[in-house]
């Protein structure tokens, strides 16, 4: 109880430290922090129409947060899921472009099998890198991520492009049979129970089965994996392809779902925003669905800062990054042992206990 006490505490206080920090820096700029406090409340949560905005930005979020989450419970830091994500979502345009595609929900799973497909081989060139070259995992993934959207653009932009598109270069669109739907009639699309069920499901999977507990041992302990003869190199591979196809996955909705084609908005930052999520829920994929809404809200509220405080839209991006600095530093505190620390403070202390005084008493008797 008092570790899985632990595994809450931290994040919340880290997200509260985030939001009062937040406040001081607007308050500098003269604006009042409790309205900014309310503002982001009601921005995400106020109303039906928040809801479905916040939920809307959600979905992408549990998905690129799985691409991180996934590969650090086998030992990796992969952070290029915005690469995955924009070439999931140009698969998926090119794909209904070039091949006829039957209607309804089998095309639509062809197109998000391809996305999945194109984010797994992405991402696992990453682990790749990592198991045969040396390669630090962290930096090739995030050069992988710019590459993939140096590409995304000259595709887009170049072979890919639709005639029709002057002002915004994008490809051509979906046809209406291939668009995912709103849940119920609402602008929320099938992508947040796409998200849920595969945070849900992963997280049965690393618990529950022998090749999740094998990723959390090869993550845990890599030597003591190949004492016991693991795998890891397929292992570390599977987990960095599974997280990479949540991330294509997630650029292929994005595309059939909210832009009905592949254009420079699919490059939103839910892939950076992801690592975010990952780290705050510990890289649990089933903490991640409630921290990705929260997220998601703040994301959804942006906009409300900017229309009623005159906040820049992008002052959200701030409290972002305030809040990644802290969990990061509360990371580092999951480790002190507060009671040692406290001795050390306080040595004098030991005398007050009967123990203590018996032998304090016995190095003074002649």
Not at 116 to 139: D, F, K, P, S
Not at 312 to 339: M, Y
Request: charged share 10%; hydrophobic share 55%.
């Amino acid at each position: 109880m008092r570790s899985a006490l632990k595994e809450f505490v931290m994040p919340v206080f880290a997200i509260s430290a985030a939001l009062l920090v937040f406040g001081l820096v607007v308050a500098f700029a003269g604006v009042d922090p409790v309205e900014v406090w309310v503002t982001l409340f009601k921005g995400a949560f106020g109303d039906w129409f928040s809801w479905q905005n916040t939920l809307q930005r959600a979905a992408p979020l549990m998905l690129t947060a799985l691409c991180v989450a996934l590969p650090a419970r086998a030992g990796l830091i992969v952070i290029g899921g915005e690469g995955a994500l924009v070439l999931g979502g140009l698969a998926c345009a090119a794909l209904a472009h070039a091949v006829p595609l039957p209607g309804g929900l089998p095309g639509i799973v062809l197109l998000c099998l391809a996305g999945a497909v194109v984010g797994a081989l992405w991402i696992m060139l990453a682990g790749w890198l990592r198991q045969y070259r040396g390669i630090n995992e962290t930096i090739s993934s995030l050069l992988l991520a710019y590459i993939a959207i140096g590409l995304f653009k000259h595709l887009v932009e170049g072979p890919l492009r639709d005639p029709a598109s002057l002002n915004k270069p994008s490809t051509h669109t979906l046809p209406d049979a291939l668009l995912i739907g709103g849940i119920g009639g609402s602008d929320v699309h099938w992508g947040l129970a796409v998200g849920i069920v595969a945070c849900l499901g992963l997280a049965w999977w690393l618990r529950a089965t022998a090749s999740g507990f094998s990723v959390r041992v090869v993550g845990g302990n890599p030597r003591a994996a190949q004492l016991v003869g693991l795998p890891a190199t397929r292992l570390i591979l599977s987990a960095c392809g599974l997280g990479g196809a949540c991330a294509g996955a997630a650029g292929a909705i994005e595309v059939a779902a909210v832009h009905t084609n592949a254009n420079a908005s699919l490059i939103a930052g839910y892939g950076y925003a992801g690592i975010l999520v990952s780290f705050i829920a510990r890289h649990n994929p089933a903490a991640i669905v409630p921290v990705a809404i929260l997220f998601g809200g703040f994301g959804a509220a942006g906009s409300l800062l900017q229309r009623r405080l005159g906040l820049p839209d992008a002052s959200v991006l701030v409290l972002q990054g305030i809040a990644f600095v802290l969990i990061l530093a509360s990371e580092g505190l999951r480790t002190v042992n507060w009671k040692a620390v406290g001795d050390r403070m306080l040595p004098e202390a030991k005398d007050y206990t009967g123990a203590s005084i018996e032998a304090r008493g016995a190095e003074v008797t002649p």
